[in-house]
């Protein structure tokens, strides 16, 4: 696994996420990428196969965002309001980097150094604290909607605490 992303089966070096729309979750179970890899061949592109896969896999990835964003709903199926989970989380963890690097920028280097050692810590914290606290529904439709909130409301309790640290350096 890169990034967040499953190699295609055929030797493609790209991906599809885990937990994108169907379309792209279809696109790189296989069939799309070892179609891809038969026309590469035939066209004589052996080479810079693995390449253009990756960067047709980054392309799709890219948009798999704005699928999410797209199929967000709050009042719709399970599917969709997992999307607001994953959105929602997305919005407060970019809220969290932002105030993160406005804070590291104001603090000495011993102190960017704890931060950066704290941070980490938390990080690591939250997750495990999220899939304990979602474990019963592990499994279930419900279960992305649940962790992503659990992970939303830590961040956001975070990026609270990150705005009340002191900047002395």
Partial sequence: MLNGHK?????????????????????FDGDFCQIFRQHLQLLNVGSNMRTLCFFVGLIVSLDATAADEFMCNYSGNQQEMNACAVRDFRKADQVLNNEYKKLMGKLGPKQQAELRNEQRAWLKGRDLHCLEAVKDSEGGSIWPMEFNGCRRDATEIRTKEIKQLPTKN
Avoid: Q
């Fill in 7 to 27: 190699p295609c089966r055929h030797g493609c070096g790209a991906i599809g996420r885990a937990g994108s729309s169907p379309w792209i979750n279809w696109l």
